[in-house]
């Protein structure tokens, strides 16, 4: 993506200069490219939670009206 502006760039900008200490993600792959590339751009390390990716599908399972196991 030489030259070209990329979607996160906003976002990267509006987070410069803040006191962020760090970027947490889930583990799908686009999530964890957008971390990285932020992270990158405030010179820290992103952390990745597979928690999160439980969450997401806890969304999908809800919406569809289904339930969970527990636990």
């Known amino acids: 993506m030489a030259g070209a ?3 996160q760039e ?4 509006a987070l410069q200069g803040g ?3 760090a970027i947490v993600s889930s583990p799908l792959r686009r999530a964890l490219e957008t971390a990285g590339y932020l992270a990158n ?3 820290i390390e992103p952390v990745e939670d597979a928690r ?3 969450g997401i599908f806890a969304d999908i399972a809800h919406l569809r009206g289904l339930k969970l196991p527990e636990g």
């Open 5 to 7: 502006s990329r979607p």
């Open 19 to 21: 006191s962020i200490g």
């Open 10 to 13: 906003p976002a990267a900008r």
């Open 41 to 43: 751009r405030l010179g």
């Open 52 to 54: 999160l990716r439980l």
